[in-house]
């Protein structure tokens, strides 16, 4: 059974739960993101998996998922990493943002990290799709059009815009 932390608004670790009851109690937790580009400055894009039960078949960050019980952020990401594509990537801090998740209506605290990746990867496929890289404007024109975007995605694309424009 999957343990992750609970924390307060400062961050602070005051209890753990299983992530069912995370869930159920809505309580509040930690999330890492890694924001993967290759060296043109494309934008590596996950599809999750249909058989996800949140958001199945929608675009998400490469990498992404729960910081468990005990772990740092870089930990839990490096974790997450090598999970879901089968590698460990060089990273750098890049923002941590409270994020409400309406669907579930908690929140969350999203840490999130950037990288440069042009290796080879290897989706877990009870995970992922596929993933593509995509230059940033398409992606935008992608959520334009309604595409299915995982909403925590859509949220750090909003709100860090312009830092993202500026790292590639």
Request: with cysteine; glycine share 6%; proline share 4%.
């Amino acid at each position: 059974m999957e343990y992750i932390d609970i924390i307060n608004e400062k961050d602070e670790v005051v209890g753990r739960a299983s992530k069912d009851e995370i869930y159920e109690k809505l309580l509040p937790h930690r999330i890492v993101h890694i924001l993967i580009f290759n060296k043109k400055g494309e934008l590596a894009l996950q599809l999750r998996s249909a058989k996800k039960s949140f958001c199945p078949l929608h675009w998400s960050t490469a990498v992404g998922g729960h910081v468990q019980a005990g772990e740092a952020y870089e930990q839990g990401a490096q974790r997450e990493c090598r999970e879901e594509i089968g590698v460990s990537v060089p990273m750098k801090f890049f923002a941590k943002d409270w994020y409400f998740d309406e669907v579930r209506e908690l929140k969350k605290l999203l840490c999130t990290f950037t990288a440069i990746f042009d290796g080879e990867i290897k989706i877990e496929p009870e995970e992922v799709e596929r993933i593509d890289y995509f230059p940033l404007a398409r992606v935008y024109e992608m959520m334009e059009k309604g595409e299915k975007f995982h909403p925590e995605l859509l949220f750090l694309l909003n709100k860090h815009s312009k830092q993202l424009t500026k790292l590639i």
